[in-house]
């Protein structure tokens, strides 16, 4: 198929020939299934942002949690020696 739109475009804008009225290079039934396979794709990608998303968010909460954790430790040590 990309044979012949290259094709079709040498010969409009190379040779200056004019197309013909009726195009066989649309198939229909080829154009569906790769919509539907793409449209597959994105919806898993999205998914997997999403995911990613909240996985990030969670890591960011449990990394605040620790900081906290760490500064309270060590502020029970300095307080215990000092």
């Known amino acids: ?13 190379k040779k200056g020939v004019k197309m013909p009225d009726t195009v066989d290079v649309f198939d229909r039934n080829y ?4 919509l539907q396979e793409q449209n597959k794709r994105l919806v898993h990608a999205l998914g ?9 968010n969670i890591l960011r909460n449990e ?17 215990k020696v000092g």
């Open 1 to 13: 198929m990309l044979l012949r739109i290259k094709q079709i475009w040498f010969s409009i804008f």
């Open 31 to 34: 154009f569906e299934s790769r």
């Open 48 to 56: 997997r942002i999403s995911a990613l998303n909240d996985e990030v």
């Open 63 to 79: 990394l605040k949690r620790f900081k906290s954790d760490v500064a309270s430790d060590v502020q029970y040590l300095t307080e």
